[in-house]
């Protein structure tokens, strides 16, 4: 079945640190991969996606995330964050089931910045 | 990429009404259409997947009874929420995808606050 685990609910760097963000997931097939970030009451932002080729794929607003098959994830980084960096993010699994693809979505990891 | 129009942002409706949220692809067809549900501080739950003509596919546990949909045209797609009750309070989002668009992504609304008091 498909799944996708975020394992760490909050969590809390201060400003300019680094940051790693972790997705684990669990698909039949070979995944396409997304991380989105959503601010409060507000919808999602696409922040990169991995279909296929290269395992490390940029993103916007300085993010990064490495596909990595062996270990069935696709952690988020950014080496500097802002204090405008914090919001909820969510790591997703999707794939393609006859003519509609279906976005499995994790619990979410929601980003504090410490001034 | 892609543009997702989500129309009400918020709204609040008195309990044994209907609503109505509309999700519009501004430039581009979309064959297909998800609605999400996502309670306060989880994630987002997939409710149903909607084909343009067709009937669409709840997921288990979702009452198509009560989250009707409606996917009449390549970039509408409309959720109602029938007799709304204040346990149907949440947010909730659409996306839709189309066969011109990249494999398996989907570009999603800005949500739909609902209230139901």
């Known amino acids: 079945a498909q799944s996708v685990t975020q394992p760490d609910i909050h969590i809390t760097v201060s400003e300019g640190a680094s940051l790693e963000l972790r997705c684990n997931y669990s698909y039949g097939a070979t995944p396409y991969l997304f991380w989105y970030v959503q601010s409060p009451g507000q919808g999602l932002q696409l922040l990169l996606k991995y279909f296929s080729g290269d395992t490390l794929v940029q993103g916007i607003k300085g993010f990064e995330a490495e596909f990595k098959r062996s270990q069935s994830s696709f952690n988020l980084r950014k080496p500097s964050v802002h204090w405008s960096d914090a919001a909820e993010y969510f790591c997703a699994v999707g794939g393609r089931a006859s003519s509609a693809s279906k976005i499995i979505f994790g619990s979410g990891t929601r980003l504090s910045i410490r001034p | ?117």
């Open chain 2, 1 to 117: 990429g892609a543009v997702v129009s989500q129309h009400p942002s918020r709204v609040i409706c008195k309990s044994g009404t209907s609503v109505k949220i509309e999700c519009r692809s501004l430039d581009f067809q979309a064959t297909t259409m998800f609605w999400y549900r996502q309670f306060p501080k989880q994630s987002l739950m997939l409710m149903a997947t909607s084909n343009e003509g067709s009937k669409a596919t709840y997921e288990q546990g979702v009452e198509k009874d009560k989250f009707l949909i409606n996917h009449a045209s390549l970039t509408l797609s409309t959720l109602t929420v029938t007799s709304a009750h204040p346990e149907d309070s949440s947010f909730y989002i659409c996306s839709a995808e189309g066969q011109s668009t990249f494999t398996a992504e989907a570009f999603f609304g800005q949500g739909t606050r609902l209230t139901v008091v």
